[in-house]
Nanobody
Framework: QVQLVESGGGSVQAGGSLKLTCTAS????????LGWYRQAPGKERELVSS???????TYADFVKGRFTISRDIAKNTLYLQMSSLKPEDTAMYYC????????????????????WGQGTQVTVSS
């Protein structure tokens, strides 16, 4: 059974950095697309960043230049390096995996993802 476990969340002051990690288990994921979503209280879940099996990345406009997504295929691990954090980045961050995407196209919408983690909380204070 596929499991995704996020870690690395926490509380940080504005301008600070955090690195989120998502570890996948229960299968081989080198051919899968991966993504990070977030959901703030009272708001819909939104895509932060995603990466294709061959490393193509995409970022939401609100994180471009501040966040970096990466993956270690050998370790079945996905990362999100977050820098210059803002209070509006406060949210629960979720890792997601999609099995059926293309090699070069990162998954962009929720229906492309088959599995989700439980989330890790990020809180940014001003």
């Amino acid at each position: 059974q596929v499991q995704l476990v996020e870690s690395g969340g926490g509380s940080v002051q504005a301008g600070g950095s955090l690195k989120l990690t998502c570890t996948a288990s229960g299968g081989a994921f080198s051919s899968c697309g991966l993504g990070w979503y977030r959901q703030a209280p009272g708001k819909e879940r939104e895509l932060v960043s995603s990466i294709s099996p061959h490393g193509t990345t995409t970022y939401a406009d609100f994180v471009k230049g501040r966040f970096t997504i990466s993956r270690d295929i050998a370790k079945n691990t996905l990362y999100l390096q977050m820098s210059s954090l803002k209070p509006e980045d406060t949210a629960m961050y979720y890792c997601a995996l999609g099995r059926n995407g293309g090699r070069w196209k990162p998954p962009l919408v929720e229906r492309e993802y088959n599995y989700w983690g439980q989330g890790t909380q990020v809180t940014v204070s001003s």
